[in-house]
């Protein structure tokens, strides 16, 4: 797992064009830091796309030092989330830049688990889930939208989350 | 409680969940299914996931991800029931059944059958891969034959054979999974058009010039020849992946268009992958090592084909 970690990192480092496959590993964890500190969807995507644009850049320069490559990307992510609340402070405050320990972390990782876990549903539930939940859509317009009934809809979404219930390995 | 009832109330819940409000939650199902969905509250927008994505690589300006080359193409059949097809090969072409797994339920995961020289994979289609059946086109030695071989194992006649003008004698069958053969005998100019192995895959779709455009971009496929209809509609092209042919036809009339599934051996997965959905790809996997020997990808293209893109790793 590490060596392989490794291995995308120098190939990026080699060689930037590699950086989408760091970017399909670390995106759902940043995503998740960044939405649940800023709890602001479009704000979380500025940040989500300043992260990683940080990272691009700076790839060359990281530096193995036997921490996971997860913390390098989530210093960076503290740093701008720092950097926006100060930003929406009115007044002058000081704001520590804090990475994700402990409890944080592990709620962090997990949601990330679970939202990678919405691209591998079946198609219909996936979809409904992505509306759902990512565009904040009721189960009415998204009934209209498919071209399905409400309730064929509210069904699809309880087989999803019964679906990734049971694959999070959550107990009943 | 009824099962309507519980929907109807998920969803009320899902409702103040994503209103940021409380909302008191009593049914043991219902609480544990509430809490994955207070975990999909910060869902991200696979749309915005996709555009950042491709932002990063075209401010990086890849240009190094153009050098992947598509080395050939095996067609994919997913579809219910692969065990049968199999068997619908065996008594039609006398195809081998090169390697064959079976799920424990006893579904056909993944199946490699040699007809002639060329390579068909079967298997059956699940929820996740979903059927696909494109149409197929052979030459074998002896058109009239093989036209009642195919009847006999349980195919339906869509022609019986007939001499074409472009010098073959054919035969079209579809096949009792749907799949449609269009079986051939060279009358003149040797065995086979040439850089045609014995099966073709065929891609019928409406608005072909675009996926022929998908093609060239994505995977650096070659026109070879084309036969334009009087409106200028492709009738019939010959394009080359790798070392593959294939023929691309507008859909029409009763010809509609068809999806298929694609195994696409490349020589650099990842760089292909990222080549694939810059020509307009969606990712259905991103590139990964699997335990078998392959480093692969899946993406589906606009026009409901999809193609994994496997590199053969030592």
Redesign the interface.
């Known amino acids: 797992m590490e060596a ?1 970690e490794k291995a995308l990192v120098e190939a990026a480092q080699q ?7 760091i ?2 590993a670390h ?2 964890r940043i ?2 830091f960044i ?2 500190r800023v709890r602001d ?1 479009a704000a ?2 500025d940040l ?2 300043e992260v ?2 940080h990272a ?1 850049a700076g790839i060359r320069q990281f530096e193995w030092r036997g921490v996971p490559f997860a913390a390098w990307l989530y210093r960076i992510a503290a740093n701008e989330i720092a950097d926006h609340m100060k930003r929406r402070a009115r007044e002058q405050t000081e704001i520590q830049a804090e990475e994700p320990t402990g409890g944080e972390l592990e709620i962090v990782e ?2 990330a688990a ?2 990678r876990l ?3 549903l ?2 219909d539930q996936r979809r409904v ?2 509306m ?5 859509r ?2 009415r317009e998204i009934a209209t939208e498919i071209g399905r009934s409400e ?1 064929a809809v ?2 699809l ?2 087989r999803a ?2 679906t ?2 049971a694959q ?1 390995g ?1 107990p ?1 | 409680m009824t099962e309507r009832n519980q929907f109807d109330r998920l969803d009320a819940v899902i409702d103040a969940i994503l209103d940021g409000r409380v909302m008191p939650i009593v049914d043991g199902d219902l609480a544990a299914l509430a809490l994955v969905a207070a975990d999909l509250r910060d869902l991200p927008d696979p749309q915005f996931r996709d555009r950042l994505r491709r932002e990063l690589l075209k401010e990086n300006d890849m240009t190094t991800t153009m050098t992947a080359t598509v080395q050939h193409m095996i067609p994919c059949y997913l579809i219910e029931g692969a065990a049968g097809m199999i068997e619908f090969l065996e008594k039609t072409f006398d195809a081998e059944v090169l390697q064959s797994h079976a799920s424990p339920e006893g579904k056909v995961m993944y199946a490699e059958v040699k007809v002639g020289d060329s390579t068909i994979e079967l298997g059956d289609a699940n929820e996740q891969w979903t059927a696909k059946a494109a149409p197929l086109h052979v030459y074998i030695p002896d058109v009239d034959a093989v036209y009642a071989r195919a009847l006999a194992a349980g195919a339906t006649s869509i022609y019986e054979p007939m001499q074409q003008p472009y010098g073959d004698r054919e035969a079209g069958v579809t096949d009792p999974f749907g799949i449609e053969w269009y079986l051939a005998t060279r009358l003149e100019g040797g065995p086979r058009p040439p850089g045609f192995g014995t099966v073709t895959a065929g891609f019928r779709t409406a608005g072909a010039p675009k996926l022929l455009e998908f093609l060239v971009d994505a995977f650096g496929a070659v026109e070879v020849d084309r036969t334009s209809g009087p409106s200028g509609e492709i009738r019939h092209a010959e394009i080359r992946l790798g070392a593959t042919m294939i023929e691309l036809s507008e859909a029409h009339g009763q010809w509609g268009p068809t999806k298929g599934a694609y195994h696409v051996i490349v020589d650099d997965c990842d760089a292909m992958y990222e080549r694939a959905l810059r020509a307009g790809a969606t990712s259905v996997a991103p590139p990964e090592t699997k335990p078998y020997g392959e480093r692969s990808a899946a993406v589906d293209d606009p026009f409901g084909n999809q193609w994994y893109i496997a590199m053969k790793i030592a």
């Open positions: 392989d060689d930037p064009a590699r950086f989408a496959a970017y399909d995106f759902a995503y998740a939405a649940r969807r979380a995507e989500t796309a990683f644009r691009l997990h949601r679970l939202h919405v691209d591998r079946p198609a889930i992505v759902r939940f990512a565009e904040e009721s189960t309730g509210k069904q979404q309880w989350l019964q990734l219930r999070m959550r009943a």
